[in-house]
């Protein structure tokens, strides 16, 4: 019999599933940010209407049953966000327990038919395929067999299809499990990797630009829970500019679920630097010192790694010998998703994600402030270690972990 007293739809989980003996605690952790996404609506009314969703794992897929006065949309766009999703299928259940194979052939396709009666309304189709089945061996009809007799079915119901193997217009799915069948026809795809909170948690350098956004939500794809590290030169970088990285960091919240923002002031560093280092090397020593305070920061939170949104020689302080002169002053691993990618590419990313417009926003960042005119490209580092003996770096550092403040941003719906 075919459940009506509520939507149902199918999660699959990607990678998750290739886990071997830690598949159970993936999917555990993959059920748990399901729930969480779906229980921290704003509105009240939304929230106790998802409120009534339920969550839970089968044999390798993730079922989620909601009441059918919750929107499909809602639930397509909350689940879609969550890292270690593959895809979702809102599909119709269809009891089998204790019935025969012929009877389940039987039923389920007259709810093929009827389905494809559906589709066949809305985009006006000809041609259509069967994937069949059957996730339940025990089931004495095999898989291509299955997908033949339901096809049947549907030839029989809609009179203006025929079945293509190769190319066809719509494929509607069976699947037959243990006591229900399912059926349905679309796949949504979202975005694959890991359930977050499977791996450790990491301090993301944080700037208002493209590039730091779309490492972020690629180091929390892969599991990744994050906080987040921005630096300012205030009063020559204005409240405003602070405001749109907290903005950044607000959207990113929807993936990365609530962000512990740390913000310190860099310009004493930076007058310092100004006042007693070549100009030339003014943009590598900065950096120097950002990671400095970056890898305090991070150990004083339990943060395993440091991330930053850097792309092999982009500019003058991503060449290689430049990143290697950075990372000589922390001992944590410092990752940088983007190392490899083009502009173009990371900008696809941030569009999708929906940071770019406002990364796009002009306000000037603390890289910005003290620009040198001709940034060294390949600095050594004995000259910037000659550079830095001008300046009590240790003081200088301490000062500016001292200072730090920390906003909490909120989850997003
Ligand atoms: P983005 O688009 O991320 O700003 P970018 O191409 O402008 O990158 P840079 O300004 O050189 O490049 O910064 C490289 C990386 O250094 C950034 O991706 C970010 O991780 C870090 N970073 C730069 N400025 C800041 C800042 N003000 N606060 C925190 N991290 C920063
Ligand atoms: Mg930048």
Do not use: W
């Not at 989620?64 to 809602?74: F, G, H, I, K, M």
């Not at 310009?267 to 950096?287: D, G, S």
């Not at 770096?393 to 989850?411: G, H």
Request: aromatic share 6%.
């Amino acid at each position: 019999m075919i459940n009506t007293n509520e939507k149902i739809y199918i999660v699959r989980c990607g990678e998750v599933a290739l886990k071997g003996q830690n598949k159970p605690y993936f999917e555990r952790m993959l059920v748990q940010r399901i729930k969480k996404i779906l229980n921290r609506a704003e509105d009240e009314a939304l929230k106790s209407n998802l409120g009534k969703v339920s969550v839970e794992r089968n044999d390798g897929l993730i079922f989620v049953r909601t009441p059918l006065d919750v929107s499909e949309a809602e639930i397509l766009k909350r689940v879609g966000r969550v890292f270690g999703v593959e895809s979702i299928s809102p599909a119709k259940e269809i009891a089998i327990e204790n019935m025969t194979a012929d009877e389940v052939i039987d039923e389920v396709g007259h709810v093929a038919a009827e389905t494809m009666l559906g589709i066949i309304e809305s985009k006006h189709i000809k041609t259509f395929k069967i994937e069949g089945k059957r996730a339940d061996k025990m089931f004495p009809v095999e898989s291509p067999m299955i997908a033949k007799r339901i096809g049947a079915y549907v030839l029989k119901g809609c009179k203006v299809l025929s079945v293509d193997v190769h190319n066809p217009e719509a494929i509607l799915h069976v699947n037959i499990r243990r006591n229900f069948a399912y059926v349905y026809e679309q796949k949504i795809l979202a975005f694959g990797g890991l359930p977050l909170g499977t791996n450790g948690k990491g301090l993301v350098l944080l700037s208002g630009g493209i590039d730091s956004p779309v490492a972020t939500f690629l180091m929390a794809h892969r599991g990744m829970y994050m906080e987040a590290m921005h630096f300012h030169s205030y009063p020559y970088t204005s409240e405003r500019a602070f405001e749109k990285v907290k903005d950044l960091a607000s959207i990113l919240t929807t993936y990365c679920g609530r962000i512990r923002m740390h913000s310190v002031n860099l310009l004493p560093i930076q007058e310092a630097i100004v006042k007693n280092c070549p100009e030339e090397e003014t943009t590598i020593l900065v950096r120097r010192f950002m990671m400095r305070i970056s890898e305090r920061i991070a150990k004083a939170n339990d943060c395993m790694m440091l991330i930053t949104g850097e792309s092999l020689g982009q500019v003058a302080s991503q060449t290689a010998e430049s990143l290697v002169v950075t990372d000589s002053t922390v001992s944590m691993p410092v990752m940088r998703p983007l190392i490899a990618m083009d502009k173009v590419d990371i900008m696809d990313i941030a569009k999708e994600i929906g940071t770019f417009d406002t990364s796009i926003q002009p306000y000037e960042d603390c890289c910005t402030v003290f620009l040198p005119k001709h940034p060294v490209t390949k600095p050594r580092l004995e000259r910037i270690l000659e550079s830095e003996s001008k300046l009590d770096v240790e003081a200088l550092v301490d000062a500016a972990v001292a200072s730090e403040e920390i906003v909490v941003i909120n989850s997003r719906d």
